[in-house]
């Protein structure tokens, strides 16, 4: 039994028909002991605790695209629209993405799913969805439309052939809207505390999700700082979001106490499903200030973090762009992080200095990235071989998962992956995939 914080221990067992080692998080609270979630022992997260700072794990940010890449086959089926928010069908089974691991080394790690709205709105009576969708001759476009008492929103979401998909309008489009929006969270926040069947849906979702993957594979739901998920893309563009922050401050904070009360729900089904970490994003400077960070995100960041932990989970912050001067201010770890990417390089971010951001990050954070997206695309291999040296040199004696700085799409070509894997090889410093 291992004391993992104060009044959280992990008691570790052999499951002899499994042949596998499990663990038990067990809280001490004033009731006596109180367990909180089963664990395997996987090798990745116990190297992220307590392993060799010199060896050098390379985990993507996007296991589906790296297999594609790998195995020369489009990550997204034909015919189909995207989407942030749902788990879709696509070419690339579990299995594929096992045996692009074990054969290249790369670290696996996958998404559960995610935690929205859109997990309580078919139990909200007032409210009513409807989504239809129109394929083109060179994109698919899907509608969403939401009716509630106080109003009617509706988005368009398009999926082009062979490029990233996007929204071509927001449910919000003006501060019209924000009445119908505020009705949905709150809705969607009372019924997740309220309604069991909210629970029992998404704890199966993640559940069915994990089960179709190996046994040491990492986990996260998508749980988000209630601040940024309410304002980026999947609710409004960002630039309105600045109005409405200094126009309707009183609604908008209403909005997000009820999504961060969602939250704590959809954080125990996250639990129950198999999750290892919450997983969430969070721009840089190059679109939030330093003032909203320090009103919003860091609070609301170190309170998700601080609920993971004491449920036996991890938190792991995606900041793409400018967060040299967030990494200065002590931010994420003011936030409670535990993992942090990307830690892009200019021109994509603004990380000049690797190695001494990564020095004032500290030992306690784990960090991923630092190869930018566009070094995977770039024709010249030895572009990416010394983008790959780099990295790994800066980063030397810190616990650092080397790999790309965003999701990707399309594929990168494959022969860009294989380098990146040679290049890590030939270090000496490579902690291969144990699966």
């Not at 794990?57 to 942030?84: C, K």
């Not at 290249?104 to 969708?133: K, N």
């Not at 938190?315 to 931010?331: A, D, F, N, P, S």
Request: with cysteine; glycine share 6%.
């Amino acid at each position: 039994m291992v004391e993992v914080e104060p009044n959280l221990v992990l008691y570790i067992y052999w499951d002899t028909p499994l042949s596998l080692m499990r663990g038990q998080f067990i809280r001490v609270t004033g009731n006596g002991l109180v367990r909180t979630c089963m664990a395997m022992i996987k090798p990745l997260r116990q190297w992220m605790k307590d392993g060799d700072p010199e060896l050098a794990p390379i985990l993507m940010a996007d296991a589906r695209s790296t297999a594609a890449s790998y195995f020369g086959v489009s990550a997204r089926a034909e015919g189909q629209s995207a989407s942030f928010t749902e788990q879709q069908a696509s070419p690339i089974t579990p299995e594929m993405i096992a045996q692009c691991c074990r054969e290249t080394g790369i670290q696996l790690h996958c998404s559960l799913g995610s935690a929205t709205h859109l997990d309580a709105i078919d139990f909200i009576h007032d409210v009513e969805m409807t989504v239809r969708q129109e394929a083109g001759t060179d994109a698919i476009l899907k509608y969403t439309t939401i009716r509630t008492p106080a109003g009617e929103m509706t988005d368009t979401f398009v999926t082009p052939a062979g490029r990233p998909a996007y929204w071509a309008d927001h449910l919000v489009k003006s501060e019209a809207d924000l009445p119908a929006l505020l009705f949905l969270i709150e809705r969607a926040a009372q019924v997740s505390l309220e309604d069991d069947r909210v629970r029992r849906q998404l704890t199966a979702k993640f559940r069915a999700e994990a089960a179709k993957w190996p046994a040491e594979t990492l986990f996260y739901a998508v749980l988000g700082v209630p601040a940024f998920s309410l304002t980026c893309n999947l609710y409004m563009d960002p630039t309105l979001a600045f109005f409405l922050l200094l126009d309707h401050p009183a609604e908008m904070e209403r909005m997000f106490q009820a999504y961060e009360q969602a939250n704590a729900v959809w954080m125990e089904c996250a639990v129950a499903g198999g999750a290892d970490f919450t997983h969430g994003a969070i721009n840089g400077l190059e679109l939030f200030s330093p003032d909203i960070y320090q009103r919003y995100f860091i609070p609301q960041a170190r309170r998700l973090h601080e609920a993971a932990h004491s449920r036996g989970m991890l938190g792991w912050v995606h900041t793409c762009g400018q967060m040299q001067r967030l990494i200065e201010m002590g931010v994420y770890e003011e936030m409670a992080v535990d993992v942090l990417e990307s830690l892009s390089s200019p021109p994509l971010g603004d990380i000049a200095d690797l190695h001494s951001a990564r020095a004032r990050l500290g030992d306690r954070l784990v960090t991923r990235g630092g190869v930018n997206v566009d070094y995977f695309y770039d024709a010249d291999p030895d572009t990416l071989r010394a983008e790959t040296h780099r990295v790994l040199a800066e980063t030397r004696g810190r616990r650092h998962m080397i790999g790309d700085t965003n999701d990707s799409f399309p594929p990168y070509p494959r022969e860009n992956i294989l380098t990146l894997v040679d290049e890590v090889r030939k270090s000496g410093r490579m902690l291969a995939y144990s699966g």
